[in-house]
């Protein structure tokens, strides 16, 4: 059996994920990680949270990233650092032959994805994007029923998305910042867009935007200079009475945008980040019908509709079970497709290609809105670069 070492960049936060990749028993260890930084303090509420060395007690713990991906022995690398670093670290470790599991978004420019797609396509490294909703129950049960054809072809789609923990997780360190980010329809909306993309069975060539901060900017906030850090506690509302958020907040908390697909469908995603409840609600509406989510994760439910009625009775009702894992039991089905693809060049849902696209409308979605609100036109890629990675990285 082919023994894979693997070295985590970024081991705290997400990286505790990657963390999933530990399976000796299959040839996949854990050998080193680099982060500079100590755990944050919210890692110690997450029940038998333990540091990186007490995990891996025969591993390495380094601070610069570089040292990792310098050292010869390890085959896989996991960036699971902040969105700003990914291209520089991503890049670093294709460069050096490491098959890459990067987080997304996958960079914070299009520029910064093109770079790490054509590093990926010179090189031949292998490169996997993390875009878990890819996994999602309820996103695969909605996808079934597109691909049945039972709703037809499909013209519209619309998501809602109500993220109820935006003032713990994204207006209180590094989220905060466009330089960071770029914007929350990265860091968020990635998902989302892709989502839309995959099961409409397109790409957005034009996107079109609206934004705005217009309550985290007048919460409370820490002192300049002070170290911020996500705080998730469910008592955390409504926004305006609370405080400890970054000095410095520049990203939007409402989003909203409009694409126009390369199939001729068009779609919105809207984002809120002050919402009191939390969920992904998408509606796909083709010639024949309309499906939705009820719920995006744990017991919920997808609700068809295929005649003229009321929307309370759909023509048939999808109940999920709740799946066992984090988000939404997706983690570690992703982890066994990215392993199963690096020893076994097995068919990936998460195309490098399309997590590009997806950050695409996204920055310049951010861009139309940042700008007087005028339509914006994605940039294509080279035709070599689509035909190499819609072939799974073969040549
Ligand atoms: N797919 C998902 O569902 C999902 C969920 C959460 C986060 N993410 C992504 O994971 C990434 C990390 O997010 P997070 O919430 O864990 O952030 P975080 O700030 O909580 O943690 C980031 C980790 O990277 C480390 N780090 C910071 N700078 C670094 C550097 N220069 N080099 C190496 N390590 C560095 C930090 O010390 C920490 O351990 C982001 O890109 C985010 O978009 C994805």
């Known amino acids: 059996m082919k023994k894979y ?27 080193m990680g680099a982060d500079p930084f100590d755990a944050h303090p919210r890692n110690y509420q997450i029940p038998g949270f333990k540091k990186f060395p007490e995990r891996f007690p025969d591993a390495t713990l380094v601070k610069d990233y570089r040292e990792l991906v310098a050292n010869k022995d390890i085959d896989i690398v996991f960036v699971m650092s902040p969105d700003y670093c990914h291209e520089e670290q991503a890049v670093a470790a294709l460069e050096a032959g490491k098959a890459v599991y990067l987080e997304k978004p996958m960079a914070i420019s299009i520029e910064g994805c093109d770079r790490i797609l054509r590093t990926a396509y010179r090189t031949g490294s292998k490169l996997f994007i993390g875009h878990n909703m890819r996994y999602f129950p309820a996103v695969l049960k909605m996808k079934e029923i597109i691909d049945s054809g039972i709703i037809g072809d499909i013209q519209c789609g619309w998501c809602r998305h109500f993220v109820n923990y935006g003032g713990d997780a994204y207006f209180r360190d590094w989220h905060s910042e466009q330089k960071n980010t770029c914007g929350l329809l990265l860091q968020k909306g990635a998902h989302d867009i892709d989502v839309m993309h995959w099961l409409m069975g397109a790409y957005s060539k034009r996107v079109v935007g609206m934004g705005m901060l217009s309550v985290y900017n007048r919460c409370g906030r820490r002192p300049e200079g002070s170290e911020g850090s996500a705080a998730w506690n469910e008592n955390q509302y409504p926004p305006l009475e609370l405080d400890g958020f970054s000095p410095i907040i520049d990203v939007e908390d409402h989003n909203m945008i ?33 499906v939705e989510n009820i719920g995006d994760s744990g017991k919920c439910q997808v609700h068809v509709w295929t005649r003229r009625g009321s929307r309370q009775e759909p ?80 040549r």
């Open 5 to 31: 070492k693997i070295g985590i960049i970024g081991v705290y936060g997400r990286g505790i994920h990657a963390c999933q990749a530990h399976r000796p028993e299959q040839g996949f260890e854990v050998v």
């Open 258 to 290: 409009m694409m126009q697909l390369d199939n001729g469908a068009q779609a919105t995603y809207m984002q809120c980040h002050y919402t009191p409840d939390a969920e992904r609600n998408y509606t796909f509406i083709g010639t024949k019908g309309r």
């Open 315 to 394: 023509d048939i009702i999808y109940q999920l079970k709740p799946v066992e894992g984090s988000h939404g039991g997706a983690d570690a089905p992703i982890i066994d497709n990215f392993l199963d693809f690096v020893a076994n060049g097995a068919k990936t849902n998460a195309n490098p290609v399309a997590a590009r696209n997806s950050v695409a409308a996204g920055v310049l979605a951010h861009y139309s809105m940042r700008n007087g609100n005028i339509p914006q036109d994605i940039p294509q890629l080279e035709p070599e670069l689509l035909e190499y990675f819609a072939n799974n990285q073969q």
